[in-house]
């Protein structure tokens, strides 16, 4: 089962109304939730290893007795995007998406949506856009339906192997 949902903007009433769609789409509620380092999440930076939680999000958590975690941060040693992803194996991905994406007559960024949601253990995924033709877009990903040889040629691309 995935759940997709699409959003304008990622503050933290909307955050919640996701959560409560989520929960409602999957049949209840877990005992925790991971969520990523957003301002809608996170009051400030983690001060060490105890977040400071948006308050909002915190009393909404603590309201449906789900317990709230928070991604790790890049380590200090992680550099800027160029040197993460600007290399060879980051540029392999892109022209495998190509591929794919002309195979299938999608964008790029359909393809990639449709590959991060065809990963095993993926529920969910949150993608975000700036306009409403990008809106538009990444909801036809939902229509794309990858073929394994794609999956797995798009695995070993990201993977190196």
């Given at each position: 089962?995935?759940?997709?949902?699409?959003?304008?903007?990622?503050?933290?009433?909307?955050?919640?109304?996701?959560?409560?769609?989520?929960?409602?789409?999957?049949?209840?509620?877990?005992?925790?939730?991971?969520?990523d380092r957003?301002?809608?999440?996170?009051?400030?930076?983690?001060?060490?290893?105890?977040?400071?939680?948006?308050?909002?999000?915190?009393?909404?958590?603590?309201?449906?007795?789900?317990?709230?975690?928070?991604?790790?941060?890049?380590?200090?040693?992680?550099?800027?995007?160029?040197?993460?992803?600007?290399?060879?194996?980051?540029?392999?991905?892109?022209?495998?998406?190509?591929?794919?994406?002309?195979?299938?007559?999608?964008?790029?960024?359909?393809?990639?949506?449709?590959?991060?949601?065809?990963q095993p253990?993926?529920?969910?995924?949150?993608?975000?856009?700036?306009?409403?033709?990008?809106v538009h877009?990444?909801?036809?990903?939902?229509?794309?339906?990858?073929?394994?040889?794609?999956?797995?040629?798009?695995?070993?691309?990201?993977?190196?192997?």
């Open positions: 089962m995935r759940f997709v949902t699409f959003v304008k903007r990622c503050d933290g009433p909307t955050l919640i109304r996701c959560l409560m769609e989520a929960f409602e789409y999957f049949g209840g509620l877990p005992k925790a939730a991971l969520t957003m301002k809608s999440v996170l009051l400030v930076e983690m001060e060490g290893k105890i977040p400071r939680w948006n308050p909002r999000f915190a009393d909404f958590m603590a309201s449906i007795g789900v317990a709230p975690r928070v991604c790790r941060a890049y380590t200090p040693q992680t550099k800027g995007i160029e040197e993460r992803y600007m290399h060879e194996q980051g540029f392999r991905v892109l022209e495998t998406l190509d591929r794919v994406a002309a195979a299938y007559s999608a964008t790029v960024s359909q393809v990639a949506l449709a590959w991060i949601m065809a253990g993926i529920t969910s995924a949150i993608a975000s856009a700036t306009s409403v033709e990008q877009e990444l909801i036809d990903a939902v229509e794309v339906s990858l073929r394994e040889d794609n999956i797995q040629a798009l695995n070993r691309a990201s993977t190196g192997r």
